[in-house]
């Protein structure tokens, strides 16, 4: 079992040179590279994106603020630890739009 998934492996890799050996020499056109996406597309997906990390940074925030004053979850009692995850919570938020800047 493990001779033949080597060998495909093989037969594999020896394709690759192959192709690259014929399109270095001009027989073979290289492969098109794939279409970019649309910019309609990237816009939508990058208000997708910021809603999606705010609504989750949003929802962090009621979750930790229920089990802190609803369920009296011991180690949410401690104030510098609430505020640490406070703030680990807030920062989905500047993260988004940090990572669909245009």
Request: charged share 20%; glycine share 2%.
């Amino acid at each position: 079992m493990m001779h033949n998934t080597i060998q495909r492996e093989i037969q594999r890799e020896n394709r690759r040179w192959l192709l690259l050996r014929l399109m270095e020499e001009g027989r073979v056109d290289p492969p098109a590279p794939a279409p970019a996406p649309s910019p309609i597309f990237r816009h939508r997906a990058n208000i997708f994106v910021r809603c999606a990390l705010t609504m989750l940074s949003l929802a962090t925030l009621a979750s930790l603020f229920v089990l802190k004053y609803k369920y009296h979850d011991p180690e949410l009692q401690h104030p510098l630890l609430m505020a640490l995850c406070v703030f680990l919570a807030l920062c989905f938020i500047p993260a988004g739009f940090l990572c669909t800047q245009d």
